[in-house]
């Protein structure tokens, strides 16, 4: 069955994935906090990306940026000038709506007004740095982190000895006053991005930049589990890209509202680092020992958000079974939701679950359970309620493995391990337990 929007929604609330921000107060239009699950899902993507973009590549390292930086950063970007939406006002109720997402131009979708002349409006919120609040005094916070690497390309390749191709990588808070936020955290005001700056000689940036094409493809269906056909890469027209770009496509997933952009990666030429040794006065240039060359790299940016990441893992992991599953030892009659998030992502790893709560002995050992299991997994140890339901709790948020105390464990010292997906049970040795779920995460 189709997912809604409103049933991810409704679900990110109600098992604390993700809330609106400044909830008591009413909200705050496109902003959005994390709440106790989120931010292990929001870690655990970000922690995947780092693995395979950073710790286990020889040709890339990471970076961490300030978020606010030198506004001549932002003109020699071009963001200043031009980093801005059509902006287009009804003339009267006063609504603003993005030009280019309105159906007719010419009325306004809320009252059916006419609309003002559509104007620029750049995206990038201002702040002041110091006392005084004056022209001088204004710097912006970064509506990307790119720029931040760019700046710190002489820094990262005077001190770290980096041969072409090389890259680097970034994840971090970007803000951009939107317009029209919405469709949940899919287009919010405050996001992080996870980007990589991956610099090469120039003449060499076609071949690289469709192997990344590749390998990003590789990370979203082989690392995060994302459904192949719920995926597709569509390459931008030339009329779309920037006048600089020599190529760029999106990586789209197929979301209730349609196919919608989740990264975006563009062969950028040297546009970046030429605009930067520009306003900065620097030399930006690179070096190449063997041939003596001097040349400014051309440079290819795969650029995801993780919202955007989170709000797909979670559309492809959720499913609704009408009257439930049943298997041998377990039948549930009712509806039943399941997440069917790939283990390593999964916020809570192991339920630890006393079968009664009324036994000191059985609680006991299921506390000691858990406090084994908690030195290597995110666990929860959960005794309300009768084991089915709890169960189902578990399988709801998509923790992969529940581990059962009973009666025989104080005699044997085993317990039952219970599989999310297959709902099998099956008695192991508590000396085991941690090895057998190591493996069954991490090396499946
Ligand atoms: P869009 O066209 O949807 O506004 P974009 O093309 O401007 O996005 P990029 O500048 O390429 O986006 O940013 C790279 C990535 O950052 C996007 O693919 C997306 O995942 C994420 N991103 C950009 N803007 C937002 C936003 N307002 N909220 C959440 N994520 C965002």
Redesign the pocket.
Known sequence: MENSFEKIVSFCKRRGFVFPSSDIYGGLGGFYDFGPLGVELKKNIKDSWWRAMVQRREDVVGLDSSIIMNPNIWKASGHTETFSDPLSECKKCHKRFRSDHLEDPKKCPECGGEMMEPRNFNLMFKTFIGPVEDSTAIAYLRP?TAQGIFVNYKNIVDTQRMKLPFGIAQIGK?F?N?IT?GNF?????E?E?M?LEYFVKPGTEDKIFEDWIKERMRWYTEELGIKPENLRVRRQEKDELAHYAKGCV?IEYRFPIGW?????I?SRADFDLTQHQKFSGQDLTYFEDDTKEKYIPYVIEP???V???ILAVLCDAYEEIEGGRTTTTESVKEKETLLRINKKLAPIKVAILPLVKNKPDITNKAREVYGMLKQNFACSYDEVGAIGRRYRRHDEIGTPFAVTIDFDTLEKNDVTLRNRDTMQQERINIQDLTQRIKKEIYEN
């Open positions: 990307e970007a951009r939107e936020p955290i899919f287009r919010t005001r996001f991005q980007e999106d919608s952009e989740i990264e975006g563009a650029s995801c958000g919202e955007r990441t």
